[in-house]
């Protein structure tokens, strides 16, 4: 029986860069997939963002042939007619953080494509690939200990570590006994149609405005992505969701006028329905044991916001694949040493996504995964255009109507953005901030709640415009110096 240091399962982006990492520190390497070429058995297109470009040198050579760079994304909202209302775009900034950011959103790929190409590398610094092989499980020996996994083919094969990279629904999580099935609140299912259509089309139609999402008052919101020469097409939502058969939603998704002429135009033709399953994780916890680490999906590493996960996938990988190599030197495989795989994953961007996790999910289940919100927040984002911009009448006589037409929407407004934005905004504000002081914390709870509303009544009564003086002085004297302050201490803490 062949022994290993490093066993990996499954050759997905994970999988593909624990063994590239492992193989390349000296490490006795192999990884199963149970496709017979990698990326066979996953979803068909897939965003990469400028993240993979800038942590890992190797993606910059990365030429498929397939690929589309998405330089625009646009936001389509419709309501409960199933009418198209709003529609917004954006392009990366040109403040982006880093120059890769700053020329698109994604590169969009195949992964039948992505996949075998990652895989290459991984076998090129010396990893050993066994496809068309399931693993089943893993082994133990007379101790119970962790020693190795055996394969739908009868075969067993020992090693030291075991990392577990085999997807959303990992048989080497379970088996391991790092943890059961997930919760349905925790995984979402996706329904998609994948489309082929020419490149010249495509290109005609669509060029770099390649991810479209469909923003809905009747179905979790949608997306069309586009690659060079196809489309995907889809839905998800989180699995205790669904009230309604999912193809029912997303029957509404592809009766939308928009999603039509995007097809039509192309003149794409459906090729495959596809159904699979991306974690939304608060904060992943079960992500090692004695012998094992999970990475990617398996972890639970996919994006709680939209579901980025090859980036985490990879990135989680390589920390995995160094993690190996330092415990196998230390000749430690225990839970206690491989802890250090924990901490590192949560000191680097994987971590820094679940800073805001609860918040985030907080965000995604009132609002993007909730056509309920769809049937107030759109009306009420098309009412504060159309009162704004509309010609019906004068501007004045528009401008003094808006009050009355987005009054109806404050109180809903007002209860999401306590409960969802706020929070959001203060998890993920930058440097995390810190509990408030208990004592000044209970005394503006006591005071506020008495003094707004007071001055609401005051400034709702008021018929004289004091906002004419007192908006200047509240831009002078405390909006400008609070950011000024606050971009001092960012520097501060930057240096
Ligand atoms: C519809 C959809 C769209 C998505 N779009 C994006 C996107 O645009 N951008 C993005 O970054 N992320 C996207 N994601 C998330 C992304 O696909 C995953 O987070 C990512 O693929 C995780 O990589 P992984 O290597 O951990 O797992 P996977 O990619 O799932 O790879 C696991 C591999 O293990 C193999 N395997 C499984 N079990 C076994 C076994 N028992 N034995 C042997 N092999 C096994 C599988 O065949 C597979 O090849 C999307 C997800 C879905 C569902």
Not at 148 to 177: C, H, M, N, Q, W
Not at 321 to 341: F, H, I, N, Q, T
Not at 440 to 452: C, G, I, Y
Request: a neutral charge; proline letters at 6%.
């Amino acid at each position: 029986m062949k022994k290993y240091d490093v066993i990996v399962v499954g050759g997905g982006p994970g999988g593909s860069a624990a063994a590239k990492t492992a193989a390349e520190s000296g490490l006795k390497t192999i990884f199963f997939e149970r496709g017979t070429v990698p990326g066979e058995k996953n979803v068909s297109g897939t965003g990469l963002s400028p993240k993979c470009f800038r942590d890992f040198d190797f993606m910059r050579a990365m030429d498929l042939p397939h690929e589309r760079v998405a330089t625009m994304a646009t936001l389509h909202l419709s309501d409960e007619r199933n009418v198209e209302t709003n529609m917004f775009s954006f392009t990366p900034s040109t403040n982006a953080p880093y120059p890769e950011a700053g020329e698109y959103l994604t590169r969009n790929v195949y992964r039948s494509e992505l996949d075998p190409w990652l895989a290459g590398l991984a076998t090129a610094a010396g990893a050993e690939l066994q496809t068309s092989t399931k693993v089943t499980g893993v082994t133990r020996d007379s101790a119970g200990r962790i020693d190795g996994v055996k394969t739908d083919r009868g075969e067993a094969f020992k090693a030291d570590l075991v990392i577990g990279a085999d997807g959303v629904i990992s048989t080497v999580a379970r088996t391991a006994g790092i943890r059961d099935k997930w919760d349905p609140s925790e995984v979402a299912m996706i329904l998609n149609v994948d489309f082929g259509a020419a490149r010249k089309d495509i290109d005609a139609v669509i060029g770099g405005n390649a991810l479209h999402y469909w923003y809905s008052a009747l179905f979790p919101v949608g997306y069309s992505f586009f690659s060079a020469e196809g489309c995907h097409i889809g839905l998800g939502c989180y699995m205790d969701w669904w009230k309604k058969n999912p193809h029912y939603y997303l029957d509404k998704l592809f009766a939308l006028e928009g999603v039509q002429q995007q097809i039509k135009l192309c003149k794409a033709k459906a090729r495959e329905f596809q159904n699979h399953m991306v974690t939304f994780l608060t904060n992943p916890t079960t992500t090692y044991s004695d012998s094992v680490m999970l990475i990617g999906d398996a972890a639970g590493f996919a994006c709680p916001f939209e579901a980025e996960g090859v980036y985490y996938a990879m990135y989680s990988g390589m920390l995995a694949g160094r993690v190996a190599k330092k415990a196998l030197e230390r000749g430690d495989v225990s839970a206690r040493s491989l802890a250090e795989y924990e901490r590192l994953w949560r000191d680097s961007p994987i971590g820094e996504e679940f800073i805001g996790g609860e918040a985030i999910e907080g965000f995604v289940r009132g609002i993007g995964f909730n056509p309920d919100a769809g049937r107030w927040v759109i009306p009420m984002i098309n009412d504060a255009m159309y009162g704004l911009l509309n010609v019906a009448e004068s501007h004045t006589e528009s401008a003094r109507n808006l009050p009355a037409l987005l009054t109806p929407y404050l109180p809903e407004l007002v209860e999401t953005l306590a409960r969802d934005l706020v929070p959001l905004g203060i998890n993920m504000s930058k440097p995390p901030s810190r509990p408030p002081d208990a004592r000044v914390a209970r005394a503006l709870k006591w005071l506020l709640p008495k003094v707004l509303p007071f001055i609401a009544r005051r400034a709702a009564r008021t018929e004289n415009r004091y906002s004419e003086v007192t908006t200047p002085l509240l831009m002078e004297y405390f909006a400008k110096p609070f950011v000024q302050a606050k971009a001092r201490r960012l520097e501060e803490n930057g240096r």
